[in-house]
């Protein structure tokens, strides 16, 4: 890793070496806070989690050929290498600051209520048809993830697809301080994490703060359908570049037309010129995606038909609308997390399917005060829809259950009190054929419900 020696790492973090003058000036091979990964001159950070303190596995892993670790704790004389810190994830992340200075590469900071994943895919296959691109993987995108994401890096890297999570004020701040984007790009402002946040004011401060650190010839892109983004007009003097489905927008969308749950046609216009595209996943909101990543690979240099290629080659996320076809069933996995504009988002793509269409729902959570009023305003919004049947798992969602049947009283809804009870009677309530959209927050632990129906 270029530059990252114990001494310089030290430095970095404002730590205290202790160990062999010999290796302080050594290049450490990689940085893990999984014992079970540590390679051979590699580096282990030691965390202390809730259930687990990484301290414990120090003598392992140093026996296993680390050339150090990071400690908040002072190792017995003799016991090899070690970096002494106050609190091991900030170091984490002042190291990972000081090696992306070394990197030098383009960083793309990505933001956003909803979609920041599957924005940050897209983004990624974009630049990937001309840059060796590296992206977060999973979810990987808060204070600890972020850091172990840039230690990926390697010197074949061109440019980094950093996706940055957060829920309270300053949170983004810090992450921005990691990462100093040359690009930054928000996807929207949703009602997410108001138990925090307050309102959606409050989350479009928050999110906000990745502008801290925007370099000066920085990059801004927006949503533009946001309301709240759309105020964004002047950034630190720069004007943002907004993408959208109205001609305003720098980049724009048209001739939108649904593929079923194979994907959305549309045309994409931009300055240098336009182009027909098929975003191989639904919705649209996969549309105002594509757009983003059209925006930021003309940033970058691309072709328009290197941008086409990239949307067209992306592959969906397990639990973010991943299609899975069993024997009996067309499957939708969107069960990694949950707000009500996801919910309701991910509610119409399902009405687009064709056959008999079932929603299997579940709490969502850190939505504040308002979170049994916000739940019911899904279910409103579901009743305007024609979805078939839905089952529903979660006291607040009784709340959904009611805003659905304000709507449509003949709708069809069950309601369970907890996962189990959900689990125990989901396969008694399905037909073959059909369409089922599985949502909830990560918390409800819907994943369950996936595998059980995978088996079918």
């Given at each position: 890793?270029k530059?990252?020696?114990?001494?310089?790492m030290?430095?970095?973090?404002?730590?205290i070496?202790v160990?062999?003058?010999?290796?302080a000036?050594?290049?450490?091979?990689?940085?893990?806070t999984?014992?079970?990964?540590?390679?051979p001159?590699?580096?282990?950070a030691?965390?202390?989690?809730?259930?687990?303190?990484?301290?414990?596995?120090?003598?392992?892993?140093l026996?296993?050929?680390?050339?150090?670790?990071?400690?908040?704790k002072?190792?017995?004389?003799g016991?090899g290498?070690?970096?002494?810190?106050?609190?091991?994830?900030?170091?984490?992340g002042?190291?990972?600051a000081?090696?992306l200075?070394q990197l030098?590469?383009p960083?793309?900071?990505?933001?956003?209520?909803?979609?920041k994943?599957?924005?940050?895919e897209?983004?990624?296959?974009?630049?990937s048809?001309?840059y060796?691109?590296?992206?977060?993987?999973?979810?990987?995108?808060?204070d600890?993830?972020l850091p172990?994401?840039i230690f990926?890096?390697?010197?074949e890297?061109?440019?980094?697809?950093?996706?940055?999570g957060?829920?309270h004020?300053?949170?983004m701040?810090?992450?921005?301080r990691?990462?100093?984007?040359?690009t930054?790009?928000?996807?929207?402002?949703?009602?997410c994490?108001?138990?925090f946040l307050?309102?959606?004011?409050?989350?479009?401060?928050?999110?906000?703060e990745i502008?801290?650190?925007?370099?000066?010839?920085g990059?801004?892109?927006?949503?533009?359908?946001?309301d709240k983004?759309?105020?964004?007009r002047?950034?630190r003097?720069?004007r943002p570049?907004f993408?959208?489905?109205?001609?305003?927008c720098?980049v724009?969308?048209?001739c939108?037309?649904?593929?079923?749950l194979s994907?959305?046609?549309?045309?994409?216009?931009?300055?240098?010129?336009t182009?027909?595209?098929?975003v191989?996943?639904?919705?649209?909101h996969?549309?105002?995606n594509?757009?983003?990543?059209t925006?930021?690979?003309?940033?970058?240099g691309l072709?328009?038909?290197?941008?086409?290629?990239?949307i067209?080659?992306?592959?969906p996320?397990?639990?973010?609308f991943?299609?899975?076809?069993?024997e009996?069933l067309?499957?939708?996995d969107?069960?990694?997390?949950?707000?009500?504009?996801s919910?309701?988002s991910?509610l119409?793509v399902l009405?687009?399917a064709?056959?008999?269409k079932?929603?299997v729902l579940g709490d969502?959570g850190?939505l504040?005060p308002?979170?049994?009023?916000?739940h019911r305003?899904?279910g409103?919004q579901?009743?305007?829809?024609?979805?078939?049947?839905?089952?529903?798992a979660?006291p607040?969602?009784?709340n959904l259950?009611?805003?659905?049947l304000?709507?449509r009283?003949?709708a069809?809804?069950?309601?369970y009190?907890t996962?189990?009870?959900?689990?125990r009677d989901?396969p008694?309530?399905?037909?073959?054929?059909?369409t089922?959209l599985?949502?909830a927050?990560?918390f409800?632990?819907?994943?369950?419900?996936?595998?059980l129906l995978?088996e079918?």
């Open positions: 890793m530059n990252m020696t114990l001494r310089h030290a430095q970095a973090c404002e730590g070496y160990g062999s003058e010999a290796d000036d050594r290049e450490i091979s990689s940085i893990t999984d014992s079970r990964k540590v390679e001159g590699g580096l282990f030691a965390i202390k989690g809730a259930r687990v303190d990484g301290h414990d596995f120090i003598p392992a892993v026996e296993q050929g680390a050339l150090a670790v990071i400690s908040e002072r190792l017995p004389e016991s290498n070690y970096i002494l810190v106050e609190h091991t994830v900030k170091a984490l002042a190291i990972a000081y090696y200075e030098q590469i960083v793309v900071g990505i933001t956003g209520s909803v979609g994943t599957s924005t940050k897209m983004i990624a296959a974009v630049l048809q001309k060796h691109t590296l992206k977060t993987a999973g979810n990987f995108n808060n600890l993830g172990l994401t990926r890096l390697r010197d890297d061109e440019i980094a697809v950093l996706e940055m957060i829920s004020f300053g949170e701040h810090e992450l921005a990691i990462a100093k984007p040359d930054c790009v928000i996807t929207n402002i949703g009602q994490h108001l138990e307050g309102d959606r004011d409050g989350v479009l401060r928050a999110k906000s502008f801290d650190f925007l370099r000066e010839d990059y801004i892109i927006l949503n533009g359908e946001d983004l759309e105020t964004l002047e950034v003097g720069i570049v993408f959208g489905l109205g001609k305003e720098a724009y969308a048209d939108i037309s649904p593929c079923g994907g959305v046609a549309c045309r994409i216009h931009t300055e240098q010129g182009f027909d595209v098929t191989p996943i639904p919705g649209l996969m549309v105002l594509a757009l983003a990543g925006a930021v690979g003309l940033h970058y072709t328009l038909e290197q941008i086409r290629a990239g067209e080659s992306l592959q996320v397990d639990g973010r991943h299609i899975i076809r069993t009996k067309t499957l939708i969107d069960c990694y997390n949950a707000n009500p504009m919910m309701v991910s119409k009405n687009d064709l056959g008999r079932v929603a969502m850190e504040g308002e979170e049994a009023s916000l305003e899904v409103v579901a009743g305007a829809l024609g979805i078939d049947r839905y089952l529903l979660g607040l969602c009784r259950a009611e805003g659905l304000s709507v009283p003949d069809e809804v069950t309601c009190e996962l189990q009870e959900l689990l989901l008694g309530q399905l037909q073959p054929d059909d089922v599985v949502k927050s990560h409800m632990h819907f994943e369950k419900v996936v595998e995978k079918r």
